[in-house]
């Protein structure tokens, strides 16, 4: 957008003595002047129903009233958290854990159907899962632990695994991680490898881009 510049100071020509070329006001100033405010009026924006292009940067907004056809873009702000309970009922060994109940989720990165997290923009990210296994089935569950999965690859760097769970009681896991992501990378949580979450299994799935 342009703003408009005063090309001739009219007033300055009134102190000039009669006579001097310089009093004259002159056609191509007067135009000169014109086609200037006309370029800058042109490129602002209308004060009711504006159109903008390209990318506007706005410090700050006030909105009040009603407000349709509205598109923002918060690729900058992802964070996300869902949970598991226990009315989610059982899933099958090393499958992706589903954490159904969306509690929140700036950026939409998170599926609750599907339970992957995909990345909405390039970032350092955050993560953290916790899962409460019933062992409701009253044995010994062996090797029980949950990781993160990134691109379909398990990501051994962040794993929490109990060795046995008592055949009457549970197995609290927690894990978290930073990693580096580009945009469409996907991530989630790793069932447990030689146990199945049973309807009884709670627990949430979190991340944020730090940024």
């Known amino acids: 957008m342009a703003d ?3 090309a001739t100071n009219f007033a300055a020509k ?11 006001i002159l056609g191509t100033e007067i135009d000169a002047e014109l ?4 370029a800058a009026v042109n490129s602002k924006a209308d004060e009711a129903s ?3 292009t390209g990318t506007a940067n706005f410090a700050a907004i006030t909105a009040s009233g009603a407000i349709s056809g509205l598109n923002l873009s918060l690729t900058e702000q992802v964070s996300f958290n869902a949970t598991r309970l226990s009315t989610a009922g059982a899933q099958t060994t090393g499958a992706t854990a589903l954490f159904p109940t969306i509690r929140t989720n700036i950026g939409l990165g998170y599926n609750a159907g599907t339970g992957i997290f995909t990345a909405p923009a390039t970032g350092l990210y955050v993560f953290s899962a916790t899962c409460t296994i019933a062992n409701n089935a009253g044995v010994v569950l062996n090797n029980a632990g949950i990781s ?3 691109d379909g690859l398990n990501d051994g760097r ?3 695994s109990q060795p046995t769970t008592p055949a009457s009681g549970t197995c609290s896991l927690c894990i978290s991680e930073i990693m ?13 490898v030689l146990s199945a979450l049973t309807a009884h299994n709670v627990g949430t799935f979190s991340g944020a881009r730090l940024f």
């Open 4 to 6: 408009y510049i005063k």
């Open 14 to 24: 009134d102190a000039l003595p009669m006579g001097n070329s310089a009093k004259r």
């Open 35 to 38: 086609t200037a405010i006309q």
């Open 50 to 52: 504006p159109t903008f």
């Open 148 to 150: 993160f999965v990134v």
């Open 158 to 160: 962040a794993r929490n």
């Open 180 to 192: 580096p992501l580009t945009a469409g990378q996907t991530v989630w949580v790793g069932t447990p």
